[in-house]
Structure formats: structure tokens, C-alpha cells
């Protein structure tokens, strides 16, 4: 079997980080699914994933296309200390919904820049509601070992946010060639 | 026993330049394929395409939309392509990540459909697009052709398959 969970994350409180550790090296991508909601007083939060704690700004890069419902914008930023996977839920956003978050991680034990891919959206029963396509780039060439999903703006997510972690290795079934 | 999810097919990391490189003899066993990527272009500039079955007729028509991470997003649809172009701009930069993934790829009563998202942070920005590739045949081969150079060393492919 190619995907594998190794962790899933169900929070029963308050809860300001959701940490991966110990992230077994046999894998070739990664993938992280979340299922979060944000205590912060507004509509939506911003979700960061950090890479083995590393916080410096510079090492993270990010494009995006989002849209709000009234409106599509593409946006860019370098100076990060995450990668920023997009906007969830938050306090102000219809009572029992989370917004849900997927990331993909190609190559994460390699030793070369780390490039992913992550789909987010903000769900919320009014016209305020965000979706994102992000392309994000950290660029170190360590494997990585550890991913901390946090909130850009230090609210912690809130009872019932869900996140797992999977690996997804590559392989041969003996017949498929390549030339 | 759970079914098998992305069971893998077959891998590559090219170790010098090649003009084209090709998953070949996929098995007809499976209900989806995906295929994850990262490439980059030995002259910059250059461009990836994905074909089927050598499929180089007028057979994928497709619509996208994407940003740059700048001005105006964009978005689009062309009937008649060749094949599938990944990348957001003309001409690659920087090392360019792919998913793609195609849906009842081996039925024989049916065009295939697919969904196929990119990347290029460096440069080309971001862009997802669905495809139909115009034809009933199963597929059983993938090619990726470099138009106007070459996959330079070190890119990476991966296809698996996906149990109904």
C-alpha cells in the first residue's frame, strides 16, 4: 500500500499548534488533511504549516490564486515564516462549520527544495467565504522531518479540528516501464 | 483488508537530460491514475507537454485558470490541443511540480477526463486545468516531451494507481 496514515490529530480543547514529529523518512511525499476552525474573533483565520521548526523569513515562498465569492485575485509574498496554506473558519463564521485544508508535499526526504501544493477553503453560510490555490516553495534541501500546523495570527483552533498526515511512496508493480 | 490507495506503478528520477521520458505497458487494472512531478527545463525557456499513446492529434481540449501571483488572474479553454501543457506561462523557469490526475483511464466506452494542477514558484506561477483526452482507447502509455530543449537531470516522476 503506497499511502500511508501515520498520524491523525483530533483535538477534544483549545489547542494553539498541531505538531508532526518523528516523521518516518521512507515515504516520498507528503500529504496533510485538516479539518480546522479558529477561535479568532473575525470570519476566517490564516493557516501556516512550518517546516522542522524553521521560522525564517526568506526560506518560504508562496503564489496563490484566491477567491471570495465578489471576486479572484493572484497574490504573491517571500517573506513568510510558513508555508501559508490558505484561510479556514473562525469565530465569526456560521456556528459548527471548519474550513478544510489540503496540502501535498513532493520529494520531503529528498535533498532538494521542498515544493508543494495545498487547497483551502473557508466555509461559511453567508457571502463571506474564501478559496485558495496555493504553490509554495521552501528552500531548503534538508528532508523534513517535522511540520507544525499553526495560526498565522496566534488563535488557537478550536475543539473538534482534525489533522492527519499521510506518506505516500513511490514504486513498481514490475510491469509498468519507463523509457 | 482495506483496498489499496495509490498503489504505485513506477518511478523515475532522470539522471542526465532527455528530450522525452514515458510511463509505458500501464496496467489496465486500476480505476484512476495519478501522477505527481518535478521537473525542471536544461534550457530555460522550454516547455513540458503530456501526451497519451502518442496521441499528437487534436485531442485534448481543456479549460484552466491560474495566476502569476501578480495582476489579473486568468483563465481560458482551448478545444483542439495536441497535448497538455502543465506549465502557466509559454516557456518554463525554476522547477515545475505537477499532479495530475485521470479518471477511468482504462475504460474503452468512454472519453478520459482529468484534472491536472502546476506549479512554478520561481517563475511561471500557478494554474489548474481540466482535460478530456478525445478518445475511447485505454491508456496505456504516458509521454512527457520537452518542447525546444530537454527535462533537465534530476526531475522526478511517479504514477500510481487508484483500486474502484
Known sequence: ?179 | MPTPTYVPLANYTLPSSFGTFSFTNIPNTYRDLVIVTTTSQAVAGSEMRIRFNSDSGSNYPIVYAGGYGIGTPFSGGSTAPSQITPSATVGESGTMMVTMHILDYAQTNKHKPGLVRSHDVTASGLQMQAFRWASTAAITSVSFISLGGSLAAGSTFAIYGVHA
Open chain 1, 1 to 179: 500500500m503506497s499511502m500511508k496514515l501515520i498520524e491523525t490529530v483530533t483535538l477534544s480543547s483549545p489547542t494553539l499548534n498541531i505538531v508532526f514529529s518523528s516523521i518516518p523518512q521512507t515515504g516520498t511525499d507528503l500529504l496533510v488533511h485538516l479539518s480546522a476552525r479558529s477561535a479568532r474573533a473575525t470570519v476566517t483565520d490564516d493557516v501556516m504549516m512550518v517546516i522542522n521548526s524553521d521560522t525564517t523569513s526568506g526560506r518560504y515562498t508562496m503564489r496563490q490564486v484566491l477567491g471570495s465569492g465578489a471576486g479572484v485575485a493572484s497574490t504573491s509574498n517571500t517573506t513568510y515564516w510558513g508555508m501559508y496554506l490558505g484561510e479556514i473558519s473562525a469565530a465569526n463564521s456560521t456556528a459548527n462549520v471548519f474550513g478544510s485544508v489540503t496540502a501535498y508535499i513532493a520529494n520531503y526526504a529528498g535533498s532538494t527544495a521542498k515544493h508543494a501544493m495545498a487547497d483551502a477553503v473557508s466555509e461559511n453560510n453567508a457571502t463571506e467565504a474564501y478559496q485558495h490555490l496555493q504553490a509554495l516553495l521552501y528552500n531548503q534541501t534538508t528532508a523534513i522531518t517535522a511540520l507544525r500546523l499553526t495560526s498565522m495570527n496566534g488563535q488557537n483552533f478550536v475543539a473538534g479540528t482534525t489533522a492527519s498526515l499521510y506518506t505516500i511512496t513511490k514504486g513498481s508493480d514490475g510491469i509498468t516501464t519507463n523509457i
